[in-house]
């Protein structure tokens, strides 16, 4: 690695830490846990509704930091395990793509971050998706 590649700050310090990445977090889950797109899927909605949200936002922030380079360790459940049962479809992951992208340009979050964010979350779609269209 080169001196210029060792002092490339990581998408954790870019997105301004675990403070930064848990407030986009809340918005967030707040935005999907209330999205009727998602919520018209039974067990979505019923997933939304078995955890207390803050709960949720824990793990969602916990996982954020980890793949974005930060010291946090993901403690919860793979998102295979933990999406198996909801058969969420391709359009849903569309819905959930459209309230990050509300989430992250209300938070004015620069493009560059934006594209790494969002291929750590697409990074996930083999898992999550298994519903047919």
Not at 50 to 56: E, L, R, S, T, W
Not at 95 to 111: E, G, N, Y
């Amino acid at each position: 690695m080169s001196a210029q590649q060792q002092s490339q700050p990581t998408l954790y310090e870019r997105l301004g830490g675990v403070y930064s990445i848990a407030t986009v977090v809340d918005d967030l889950i707040d935005r999907v846990m209330t999205d009727a797109r998602l919520n018209a899927n039974p067990a979505v909605n019923e997933a939304h509704h078995k955890v207390p949200p803050a709960g949720f936002k824990y793990l969602v922030t916990e996982m954020v930091c980890w793949a974005a380079g930060g010291p946090q360790k993901y403690t919860g459940r793979s998102m295979l395990d933990s999406h198996r049962e909801l058969n969420i479809t391709p359009q849903e992951w569309v819905a959930f793509m459209d309230d990050l992208q509300q989430t992250l340009d209300k938070f004015k979050v620069p493009p560059g971050e934006q594209s790494e964010l969002r291929a750590i979350v697409e990074s996930t779609y083999g898992d999550i998706v298994v519903g047919k269209t």
